[in-house]
């Protein structure tokens, strides 16, 4: 597994010290928190405004990017993009990293379509 970014700092899950999570350990914490449909997977954790959200080692992150992260890998500068345009989804099929000025066509292509 590749690292991750928080808030914009970089973060390796498995190091020597063990009091960071393994991968297992954040896909278990995933998992509980999550109920899959056959096309969306809810985030039942905590929210932030619209978007899915959760704490690791004290840091927030979003729902999704997390999702995007263990399933997919680095999203880098990126932004994670809902296909489906459900924001509490977290399927990663669902998913796709794109850049801010994409993101932004997008939204604003459904917007006014
Ligand atoms: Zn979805």
Redesign the pocket.
């Known amino acids: 597994m590749s690292n991750i970014t928080m808030n914009g700092v970089e973060y390796q899950p498995l190091n020597k010290s063990n009091d960071i999570l393994s991968y297992k350990d954040l896909m278990q914490r995933f998992n509980q928190r999550v109920s899959k449909t056959k ?3 809810l985030w039942t954790g905590s929210k932030t405004n619209e978007y899915g959200r959760i704490e690791i080692q004290k840091k927030r992150m979003l729902a999704h990017r997390l999702s995007y992260l263990i399933h997919k890998g680095s999203i880098g500068k990126n932004i994670v993009n ?3 345009c ?1 924001k509490l ?1 977290v ?1 990663p099929d ?1 998913l796709e990293a794109v850049s801010q000025k994409r993101n932004k066509i997008h939204y604003e292509n459904n917007r006014y379509k």
Do not use: Y
Request: glycine residues 0%; contains cysteine.
């Open positions: 096309e969306c997977w809902h296909i489906c459900n989804c399927n669902h």
